[in-house]
């Protein structure tokens, strides 16, 4: 099978490469992504010399680019996203472009290249915010996404069930949890706090830390995936989960715990404008459908979390001074 992973240089994205490059050997991957501010070659050097692989730096909303990469692709996994709320709030004008306008040319080349099977990555965020006593979400709770950035993810994620009503687009889709694990990019609240305890610096908690999240390793995330891309249903969409609720306070409290620091580096500040206060999966269609749920317990992948960032250091280091976009400009243009 060839593959076309949209956003591969990032988080998730470069994660999932590496996850099914090692699992499908005779499988290969075009990896499209613009390498926005939140793309990282170094997240995939160790690739640099596989066969299987192959790295295109482009736009998903470049119609002609992506209709000239998807001519012999079997499958489209789809992660190229602007990711980040508190982003959108700053400036919603490249989620819009990027989440719904780029999903939009991704689809069109689908349906126009042969029907390409297409699998879309969104979020538990285009469900909006849970109570504290409510059921968590599932595949059949109402969307009301909340911020620009779920907002966006959220008319993703129509557009790609239109295609499939409409046109009869091969889809699935899955909403998962907050990911964690290696290669996030420090913005996202636990690679922060974990970088800036290495660095000695404060952890800015908002609000009162009473947010609620629930956390899924990286790898259970994509595995996920894999289980959908293999065995899900056309035209369904599934949730997944990672089983670990955590206030932003207690997970807080834990990696400080983890890393040897007390309470006194929390710095309390302004609470995200429109903060989501409660976040949960119920999985039971993943289960029972597909046999997968997720297999890391949050404290051992917290600990090898803070294991990767303190052997990484040179990784976070040029991200948090700006380095990393050298590196990735000149890499590239090696090529
Ligand atoms: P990320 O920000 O780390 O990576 C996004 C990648 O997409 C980057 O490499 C970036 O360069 C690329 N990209 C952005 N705009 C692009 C464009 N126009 N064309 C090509 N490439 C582009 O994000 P992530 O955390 O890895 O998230 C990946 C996907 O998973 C997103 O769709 C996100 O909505 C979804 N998701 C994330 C989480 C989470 O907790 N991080 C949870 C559920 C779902
Ligand atoms: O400095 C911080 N302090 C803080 O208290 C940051 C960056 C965050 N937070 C809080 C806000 C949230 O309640 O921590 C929680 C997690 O924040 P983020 O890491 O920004 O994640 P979140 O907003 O929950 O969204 C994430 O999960 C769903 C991803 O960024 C999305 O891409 C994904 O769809």
Request: glycine fraction near 8%.
């Amino acid at each position: 099978m060839k593959i076309l992973v949209t956003g591969g240089a990032g988080f998730i994205g470069s994660n999932f490469i590496h996850y099914w490059l090692k699992k499908y050997l005779a499988d290969s991957i075009v990896n499209l992504d613009a390498l926005t501010y939140a793309g990282n070659l170094e997240n995939l050097c160790d690739l640099e010399n596989n066969q299987n692989y192959q790295f295109v730096k482009g736009d998903i909303c470049d119609t002609g680019l992506v209709n000239e990469i998807v001519k012999d692709i079997d499958l489209i996994v789809h992660f190229a996203a602007e990711s980040h709320v508190d982003r959108s709030i700053m400036d919603s004008g490249d989620f819009i472009r990027a989440n719904v306008e780029g999903t939009r040319v991704l689809l069109d080349a689908a349906k126009n290249n042969g029907q390409i099977r297409f699998h879309h990555v969104s979020t538990d965020e285009v469900f909006g915010s849970l109570r504290p006593n409510d059921k968590p979400f599932n595949e059949k709770t109402a969307y009301d996404p909340r911020s620009p950035y779920s907002a966006s993810k959220a008319g993703s994620d129509h557009l790609v069930r239109a295609y499939f009503h409409t046109h009869k687009l091969p889809i699935t889709i899955s909403n998962c949890s907050n990911n964690y694990g290696p290669c996030q990019f420090p913005e996202k609240v636990i690679p922060l706090f974990i970088t800036n305890l290495l660095e000695n610096k404060k952890v800015p908690v908002y609000g009162e830390g009473k947010n609620v999240r629930d956390w899924i390793y990286v790898d259970d995330h994509n595995a996920g995936v894999d289980a959908i891309i293999k065995k899900g249903k056309i035209g369904e969409t599934y949730c997944l989960g990672g089983d670990s609720e955590l206030t932003n306070l207690a997970l807080t409290k834990k990696i400080l715990e983890l890393m040897d620091q007390g309470e006194d580096m929390i710095e309390y500040v302004a609470d995200r404008p429109g903060h989501d206060l409660r976040y949960a999966m119920d999985y039971t269609k993943a289960k029972q459908e597909l046999g997968w749920e997720p297999k890391v317990n949050f404290a051992d992948g917290l600990l090898k979390t803070i294991a990767w960032y303190k052997h990484n250091k040179v990784w976070w280091q040029n991200i948090k001074n700006g380095k990393y976009l050298e590196y990735y400009k000149k890499n590239y243009s090696k090529r």
